[in-house]
């Protein structure tokens, strides 16, 4: 069993900045990467940033040179700061990894449970 927890989200003005923090736990061999995703309602979820442990990391343009996203691998957590905050990324924000299990050394792939980002004045 592998959990995400994921927390920061909240509503801010245009042009603010908010860090969304996601932290995986439970039975894990390692983890191949860990990333986020956001959903609108009516579209479909898309990916906002990803990072693997081979240390590739890849960005939506739309938030290219806006938001970076971090690991702390000691601590299984992904953060994403997200800086020059648009309406536009208003959406409910999901935590994504996919981890190697222990014994079977099979992939899973895990989402979080999504924390709602509100840009809005």
């Known amino acids: 069993q592998v959990q995400l927890v994921e927390s920061g989200g909240g509503l801010v003005q245009p042009g603010g900045s908010l860090r969304l923090s996601c932290a995986a736990s439970?039975?894990?061999?390692?983890?191949?990467?860990m990333g986020w995703y956001r959903q609108v309602p009516g579209k479909e979820r898309e990916l906002v940033a990803r990072?693997?442990?081979?240390?590739?990391?890849n960005y939506a343009d739309s938030v290219k040179g806006r938001f970076t996203i971090s690991r702390d691998n000691t601590k299984n957590t992904v953060y994403l700061q997200m800086n020059s905050l648009k309406p536009d990324d208003t959406a409910v924000y999901y935590c994504?990894?996919?981890?190697?299990?222990?014994?079977?050394?099979?992939?899973?792939?895990?989402w979080g449970q999504g924390t709602l980002v509100t840009v809005s004045s």
């Open positions: 439970g039975s894990i061999f390692s983890i191949r990467s």
């Open positions: 994504n990894t996919i981890v190697i299990l222990p014994d079977t050394y099979k992939y899973l792939e895990v």
């Open positions: 990072s693997t442990t081979g240390g590739d990391t």
